[in-house]
């Protein structure tokens, strides 16, 4: 048997019907065998860790909420930044590339140092979640800022014309006709940008705030079992990541049109 | 009686001088067709006209009312026109009665806007496609909508910019149409067109427009059985040769 039809897939040699299937099975047998090692081995120390599932518990759902803020606030921070970039008022304009690409060039862990111990501790402000939640907010914000810019600029002239042909004022084209046609644009990165917020928040532990990997590490240094604190952990994010990808793909559907 | 008065009308692309201290005086029943060649400057008179351009020199003025200079006065002299574009230009993410429904709603405020902006697509015969988005209708059907929606505020004044041009034969006839449908509703119509045909049949004026100025403004049957000027009567010599 030719072994490349269950390998190779394109339009006008089809992989063979039954390579997906084949393939689904493969993967969910290196699932399986997974589980098996981390669930039978010996060695396993579940019911150590399993005493902690409030910690998990509690942890995971600071992470839930440090990330919604988070996300609300990088949405808000980054169209605000989209908008600045494309200001009238020069000087707005420069503040707004400054931030962009000052945070964007600058790693998540440092900014979130520098902010808490140097800016906030300076200006004695001692509340590490409202600090990690507002670094997190301007670090994603920044890459939002971008997205939100790259969605409004595929939005062609001819478009802003017909808008200012039936009289629309421009906040009014900005909301009819603009960022719901930037949307559909800018939903399939933003939803990955939202996934990174997510998995972002777990550098927020360093500044010592109990979010769902700060949970797990504690587990696992009061259990001295690896596999079983971070196993949940990655299976804890995933749970929140996947449906976003999943709920991004549903939107994305909805707003489907042609131009 | 709509009447259209310009004294003096400069316009410039960055170098490019699209009008030369144009004059234009048109009194018109219903219909003024602005013909002559690419590039002559109709395009940009019919801008100009609708509030969408300002002019570097000279007035405008349109009906009894002279065009103000400043945005807000010119964005509500666009809301008592219609505008229709060569490549309709309808918001591809609302259905064609959303289109319509736009402006009667969010800048003409009506109570009935539902109603109305139906009325206006059954008027052209799309009240079967009310709620596809554009993507869903021919060329034709687009322009039609395009049509609905510039008149269903009831505008002073229609403004067409090449309505016909990115349409096959079978398409343009279609909202050829149409376009002279509005002749009988009476609705004052100002268009850019390359159909001579169609300007020698449903227009009343004709303004012959070449190298940025007006080389004649006269009734439609004058102008095309007899041009003035020498260039009209070469762009019409060439124009008639197929």
């Known amino acids: ?259 | 009686m709509m009447r259209i008065e310009c004294r003096g009308i400069g316009k410039f692309f960055g170098a490019h001088r699209a009008l030369d201290n144009l004059d234009i005086h048109a009194e018109f029943p219903h219909t003024l067709a602005l013909i002559g060649p690419s590039g002559g400057g109709k395009s940009t008179l019919l801008r100009i006209l609708a509030g969408l351009e300002v002019p570097d020199a000279g007035t405008v003025a349109v009906g009894a009312t002279e065009l103000p200079r400043d945005e807000a006065a010119l964005r509500a002299h666009r809301a008592r026109s219609g505008i229709v574009f060569q490549s309709f230009n309808l918001f591809p993410h609302l259905s064609a009665i959303e289109n319509v429904r736009l402006p009667l709603e969010h800048v003409h405020r009506l109570p009935d806007a539902g109603p109305r902006a139906l009325a206006a697509l059954a008027r052209f015969g799309l009240a079967d496609h009310a709620g596809k988005k554009p993507a869903q209708l021919s060329g034709g059907q687009r322009q039609r909508v395009a049509i609905a929606r510039a008149l269903a505020p009831e505008p002073d004044i229609l403004f067409m910019d090449e309505p016909t041009s990115a349409l096959d034969p079978e398409m343009t006839a279609e909202v050829l149409d149409v376009i002279a449908s509005l002749r009988q509703a009476r609705q004052p119509l100002v268009l850019v067109t390359h159909e001579m045909g169609f300007a020698r049949k449903a227009a009343d004026a004709v303004a012959f427009i070449a190298a940025g100025r007006v080389l004649e403004c006269r009734p439609a049957d004058a102008f095309f059985t007899a041009p003035e000027s020498p260039e009209a009567a070469r762009f019409l010599g060439r124009i008639l040769k197929y």
């Open chain 1, 1 to 259: 048997m030719n072994w490349r039809r269950w390998v190779i897939d394109t339009p006008r040699a089809p992989a063979h019907p039954f390579a997906g299937a084949l393939l689904a099975m493969a993967g969910g047998a290196t699932v399986t065998g997974f589980c098996y090692l981390a669930l039978a081995g010996a060695t396993r120390n579940w019911e150590a860790v399993w005493g902690y599932r409030a910690v998990f518990w509690k942890g995971w759902l600071l992470t839930v909420g440090i990330a919604l803020a988070a996300m609300a606030g990088s949405l808000t921070v980054g169209v605000l930044a989209a908008l600045a970039r494309r200001s009238v008022i020069l000087p707005l304009r420069g503040l707004a590339a400054g931030y962009i690409e000052l945070v964007r060039g600058t790693p998540l862990l440092v900014l979130l140092l520098f902010f808490f111990y140097v800016v906030a501790n300076s200006a004695g402000w001692n509340d590490r979640l409202a600090a990690g939640v507002l670094t997190l907010s301007l670090f994603s914000g920044a890459y939002i800022a971008e997205i939100v810019r790259a969605g409004i600029e595929s939005v062609g002239a001819s478009q802003l014309e017909s808008a200012r042909a039936i009289g629309l004022t421009p906040p009014q084209t900005y909301r009819f006709v603009v960022f719901p046609q930037a949307l559909r644009h800018a939903l399939p990165p933003l939803a990955g940008q939202f996934a990174s917020v997510i998995k972002d928040s777990s550098l927020l532990s360093i500044l010592g705030i109990s979010e769902f990997t700060f949970a797990a590490q504690q587990v696992n240094s009061a259990t001295y079992s690896t596999l079983e604190s971070f196993l949940p952990l990655a299976v804890g994010y995933l749970a929140l990541t996947l449906p976003v990808s999943w709920l991004s793909r549903q939107l994305e559907h909805r707003l489907r049109f042609e131009t």
